[in-house]
């Protein structure tokens, strides 16, 4: 079993920045490619990023790309999403998953409990 725990969520005004970090526990594969995702209210979960494990190659999806970057840890264990120039748009619950593949192909397999991103006009 697998366990991802978000955090760095919080209320930030547009045009500014947040980290959210992922800490994955358990029995985690080193070869699990990593991935946000977003959920709007009322709105479906929506892919952001994801990088491969071996590869190191990211993918974003259009609306978060040139602001977003996706990246691992030292300790390996641990994915970021830094967050630049955020806009109001981009107001939704963040959520870290491990599986496999790269943007459209993405398949999870865990999913950690979301943390909240808010930013204000």
């Known amino acids: 079993q697998v366990q991802l725990v978000e955090s760095g969520g919080g209320l930030v005004q547009a045009g500014g920045s947040l980290r959210l970090s992922c800490a994955a526990s358990g029995s985690i594969s080193s070869s699990y490619d990593m991935a946000w995702f977003r959920q709007a209210p009322g709105k479906e979960r929506e892919f952001a990023a994801s990088r491969m494990w071996r590869s190191g190659l990211t993918y974003y999806t259009d609306s978060v790309k040139g602001r977003f970057t996706i990246s691992r840890g030292i300790a390996k264990n641990t994915v970021y999403l830094q967050m630049n120039s955020l806009k109001p748009e981009d107001t939704a619950v963040y959520y870290c998953?491990?599986?496999?593949?790269?943007?459209?192909?993405?398949?999870?397999?865990?999913w950690g409990q979301g943390t909240q991103v808010t930013v204000s006009s």
């Open positions: 998953s491990a599986g496999t593949g790269s943007g459209t192909d993405y398949r999870p397999a865990y």
